[in-house]
């Protein structure tokens, strides 16, 4: 099975922008679709953004701010974050589901069999 890795987290300026990275263990391109969900303290994890291998979505609270891409050749997955708030301080995490369409956006984290362990983000005014 798929082991995923997220890295990029941690103390972060207000306004200022963010990559985060999840690595994979394996060729994701053609066998995964990939997701990233936060998770602020005391609340559920949250969608935030899926990419299948040519069609991607972001969460409505994010689009503008959020961009999902990936790296085939490095079997890597990208969440870039601009204009950072203090409310995208959470923990991060890289999330991975046996590919099956590229029509379909599955944004629900019990759809996603993988998981990371996740990155913290922190961002201070």
């Known amino acids: 099975q798929v082991q995923l890795v997220e890295s990029g987290g941690g103390l972060m300026q207000a306004g200022g922008s963010l990559r985060l990275t999840c690595s994979a263990s394996?060729?994701?391109?053609?066998?995964?679709?990939m997701a990233w969900f936060r998770r602020v303290p005391g609340q559920e994890r949250e969608f935030v953004a899926t990419?299948?291998?040519?069609?991607?979505n972001i969460g409505d609270a994010m689009r503008g701010r959020f961009a999902i891409s990936r790296d085939n050749a490095k079997n890597t997955v990208y969440l870039d974050i601009n204009s950072l708030k203090p409310e995208d301080t959470a923990v991060y995490y890289c999330?991975?589901?046996?590919?099956?369409?590229?029509?379909?956006?599955?944004?629900?984290?019990?759809?996603?069999?993988?998981w990371g362990q996740g990155t913290q983000v922190t961002v201070s005014s």
């Open positions: 990419i299948n291998r040519y069609t991607y």
């Open positions: 999330a991975a589901r046996d590919y099956s369409t590229d029509e379909l956006f599955y944004t629900r984290q019990f759809e996603y069999t993988y």
């Open positions: 394996e060729h994701t391109n053609s066998r995964y679709s």
